[in-house]
């Protein structure tokens, strides 16, 4: 039985891979909304799919343009200065960092 339930909530195959980037791709924010309902939404789908993760990596690279994609234009030239900052050391963690400084700041 828990074999069977498991195998209900932590999916590993394409479908499950399909569904995991469809909901990454369905994540946006609107421009009064705080940054962190993003970063939870994000967070809850990578937990949900964490076995999948170890077949089919969700590297940071997809995650940033899952971020880029969803936040609004004012997060823009927060986003550009970020990237230019830290070039490849550029992860989730800085982003939120760095939109909550925005917003906050």
Excluded: C, W
């Amino acid at each position: 039985m828990v074999a069977i339930k498991y195998k209900e909530y932590k999916p590993d195959d394409k479908t499950a891979n399909i569904e995991m980037k469809t909901r990454l791709n369905e994540i946006k924010i609107q421009r009064d909304e705080d940054p962190i309902i993003m970063f939870n939404q994000i967070s809850t789908i990578q937990n949900h799919y964490d076995d999948l993760r170890e077949i089919e990596k969700i590297n940071q690279s997809k995650m940033i343009a899952v971020v880029k994609r969803a936040v609004p234009g004012k997060y823009t030239i927060t986003i550009t200065q970020e990237q230019r900052r830290l070039g490849d050391k550029l992860d989730l963690d800085e982003f939120e960092m760095s939109m909550e400084t925005q917003d906050y700041g």
